[in-house]
Nanobody, 115 residues
Framework: QVQLVESGGGSVQAGGSLTLSCAAS????????MNWYRQAPGKQRELVAT???????QYPDSVKGRFTISRDNAKNTVYLQMNNLKSDDTAIYYC?????????WGQGTQVTVSS
């Protein structure tokens, strides 16, 4: 079993920055793909960043150039650096880990961006 715990959420003014962390514990593996999702009220859950076991990253256009996902396998931690935040970025952000035969989710952390 893998446990994921997000931290770093909070409130920030538009144009500001925030860094989220996701600490993994349990039966972790560097081979897992790690992801950040977000869900805003009334909207579908959206993948905002993904990083492969090899370190390859992908982002949707909505956050490309503003968000950066990274991982520190030695610390079993994945990060999401968010810059130039917009009000549309307001959502609960969830850490996600994809293993070969299981999917794990964190509890989520709230990010609120005020205009």
């Amino acid at each position: 079993q893998v446990q994921l715990v997000e931290s770093g959420g909070g409130s920030v003014q538009a144009g500001g920055s925030l860094t989220l962390s996701c600490a993994a514990s349990g039966s972790t593996s560097s081979r897992m793909r790690m992801n950040w999702y977000r869900q805003a009220p009334g909207k579908q859950r959206e993948l905002v960043a993904t990083i492969s076991s090899a370190g390859t990253t992908q982002y949707p256009d909505s956050v490309k150039g503003r968000f950066t996902i990274s991982r520190d396998n030695a610390k079993n931690t994945v990060y999401l650096q968010m810059n130039n935040l917009k009000s549309d970025d307001t959502a609960i952000y969830y850490c996600n880990a994809l293993a070969s035969a299981a999917v794990y989710w964190g509890q989520g952390t709230q990010v609120t961006v005020s205009s």
